[in-house]
């Protein structure tokens, strides 16, 4: 039997920690380079004439802008779809009014503008009533637009409800700092709820779709 030489097994445990934390940081900086490939460099469209222009919420000045300038100034689409999904708590008093007063959902000249809450308030429910109006209406072709990190997970999700060509355009926020790194951690949470629910209406056990 080969005897363990003095020091040696306290050795191998210091050493330990050292190996766990080296582990910890290659898959920290592993995480952070795909998240900056996937999502500050995400594929994107070139505008293109399409049967709707379809925006995720919240619907942020910044983001309407962008769609409104395809349809009114680009004209790619003659109808514009605006999610509109609830507030948030931490949205500033000036944000709650602004999406309460829903002036991006007024008409425009020939322009069709259908405003919506998604049902559940996600993307996915977002998918759900993309899917709806496209088999009502008949959309071949649908432009949809976001902020740049959500590009491609928002792609992957519409992709599920939505058959025909799905073109993504978007906003960009400028995020940096904290405000990336919580986008990093909130979109890679959303992938994971993805991954478990592949089905273009398919919900976690104990979080229905809700029925009003």
Not at 192 to 208: E, F, I
Request: glycine share 4%; with cysteine; hydrophobic share 40%.
């Amino acid at each position: 039997m080969t005897e363990t030489a003095p020091g040696q097994a306290p050795a191998a445990r210091r050493r330990w920690p050292l190996v766990v934390a080296l582990a910890v940081v290659v898959l920290l900086v592993s995480w952070l380079a795909v998240c900056h490939v996937a999502l500050d460099e995400p594929r994107l469209d070139a505008p293109r004439a399409s049967d709707a222009v379809f925006v995720l919420g919240p619907p942020d000045s910044t983001r309407v802008a962008e769609a409104e300038d395809l349809v009114y100034h680009q004209h790619i689409a003659k109808t514009l779809v605006i999610s509109v999904p609830d507030s948030e708590p931490y949205d500033s008093p000036e944000t709650v009014a602004y999406y309460d007063a829903r002036k991006f959902c007024e008409p425009h000249e020939g322009v069709e503008v259908i405003c919506f809450k998604p049902n559940p308030s996600t993307t996915q429910g977002e998918a759900i009533e993309l899917r709806k109006l496209a088999e009502e209406r008949g959309w071949n072709t649908v432009t949809a637009v976001t902020f740049t990190q959500h590009i491609t997970r928002s792609r992957m999700i519409l992709s599920r409800c939505y058959a025909g060509e799905l073109r993504m355009s978007s906003v960009d926020f400028q995020l940096s700092g904290k405000a990336l790194l919580m986008q990093y951690v909130h979109q890679s949470a959303g992938f994971v709820k993805a991954w478990l629910t592949p089905g273009c209406d398919q919900q976690l056990p104990g979080n229905p779709k809700s029925t009003s």
